[in-house]
């Protein structure tokens, strides 16, 4: 149910956003993302999921792409179009 989409755009509801790579990096509630590279990630983890900057991603398979916004409040889903 993908054909056609562009993951620079949005992402998939079939495959849980997995595939976005654009570059949304703010929260629903508005909150700005921090950069992944703050957290212990390996580099085949950064490559593989696209886990550069600080842009909205789903590396773990969670529900929708989402970020780390701070240390108090962890992470939040983020508005990335379907």
Do not use: H, M
């Given at each position: 149910?993908?054909?056609?989409?562009?993951?620079?755009?949005?992402?998939?509801?079939?495959?849980?956003?997995?595939e976005?790579?654009?570059?949304?990096?703010?929260?629903?509630?508005?909150?700005?993302c921090?950069?992944?590279?703050?957290?212990?990630?390996?580099?085949?983890?950064?490559?593989?999921?696209?886990?550069?900057?600080?842009?909205?991603?789903n590396?773990?398979?969670?529900?929708?792409?989402?970020?780390?916004?701070?240390?108090?409040?962890?992470?939040?889903?983020?508005?990335?179009?379907?």
């Amino acid at each position: 149910d993908c054909l056609g989409y562009d993951p620079q755009t949005c992402g998939c509801a079939s495959t849980l956003q997995r595939e976005y790579r654009g570059t949304i990096n703010t929260t629903l509630s508005g909150k700005a993302c921090i950069r992944w590279n703050d957290f212990n990630y390996t580099e085949v983890d950064i490559l593989f999921a696209g886990l550069n900057e600080n842009y909205c991603r789903n590396p773990d398979g969670d529900d929708l792409v989402w970020c780390y916004v701070n240390e108090d409040v962890g992470w939040e889903y983020c508005d990335v179009p379907l």
